[in-house]
């Protein structure tokens, strides 16, 4: 059965598609897992995948792909996949088609490739034009002409992009992300972004050895924002969400939720820059 708690992506039983219940899509997210090895550039310590591994994602068999995704396009058209999933039809519209995984899915050399085929799939079963087609990424590739030709192909698509931003220092980075990336090469990254597609900044918090986020991390976070929209970058918004599964991360047993009005209150402070807010806790 799936629930918002139950992220497998082995639940279909499949290499490359799975099905989600999603806090931030609002229902049914068909995703698109193109780290099927487990492997990522970063390390978040929130993150739930186990046996996480430093690399990239392995090449990808666009055939299989698509092949499973149209298995499960099948079968909720068909209506097999409400009974199978233990789902009531009117959770099981599907909401968005995610580019996500198990890792950072643009290290894929076929992701330009990738969204192709996503888009002629999604034309020939006719989706709903709702049905978005969504890049979850760290943005750490946006650099790279191969993952703009992909952002191009999506904006096409009608398509969207959710940027994770956790920190926007350098030590706030390289303790939750475990990344090497400067704050100047993620504000370069993420102009990119927002230039070649509609682009939300994602953004997770919360406990960390049972301390909320200290002020200056959440003023820098501000006003790294604020200095985007300065200088006239196109966001769309951003979503701000909890941690609501296990971390898999030796980290997992300092990380703790924090609660509704925290949220709320740094909500506040971001719709006063003039930004969409939408908080998923």
Known sequence: MLTTK????????????????????GGLSVGINLNPDNACNWRCIY?????????????????????ELRQILD?????????????????????????SGNGESTTALEFAQVVDRIA???????????????????GSMVHQPRVQAGL????????????????????????????ALTPARVRR??????????????????????LPPAED?????????ASLLDDSVDLKGVQLYGIERDSMQ???????????????????RLRALGLMVVVKV
Request: hydrophobic share 40%.
């Open 6 to 25: 139950n992220h497998s992506r082995d639940a279909a039983g499949m290499t490359y598609v799975y099905p989600v219940l999603s806090r931030r899509s």
């Open 47 to 67: 993150c739930q995948v186990p046996n996480l591994q430093r690399g990239s994602a392995p090449p990808v068999n666009i055939v299989q792909l698509a092949s």
């Open 75 to 99: 079968s909720v058209r068909d209506g097999s996949f409400y009974q199978q999933f233990g789902m009531a039809r009117d959770l099981a519209s599907i909401r968005d088609i995610a580019i």
């Open 120 to 138: 002629s799939i999604h034309a020939e079963y006719q989706l709903h034009p709702d049905t978005r087609v969504v890049l979850i990424t760290n």
């Open 152 to 179: 191009a192909r999506l904006r096409v698509l009608d398509g969207e992009v959710w940027f994770k931003l956790d920190s926007v220092t350098r030590a706030g980075i390289q303790r939750i992300n475990h990344a």
């Open 189 to 210: 990254n993420l102009t990119l972004c927002a230039g070649l597609c509609d682009t939300w900044i994602q953004s997770c918090f919360f406990k960390y050895h049972d």
């Open 217 to 225: 991390e959440i003023q820098a976070y501000l006003d790294f924002i």
């Open 250 to 268: 030796p980290e997992a047993a300092q990380l703790g939720k924090l609660d509704v009005d925290w949220f709320a209150a740094l909500a506040r």
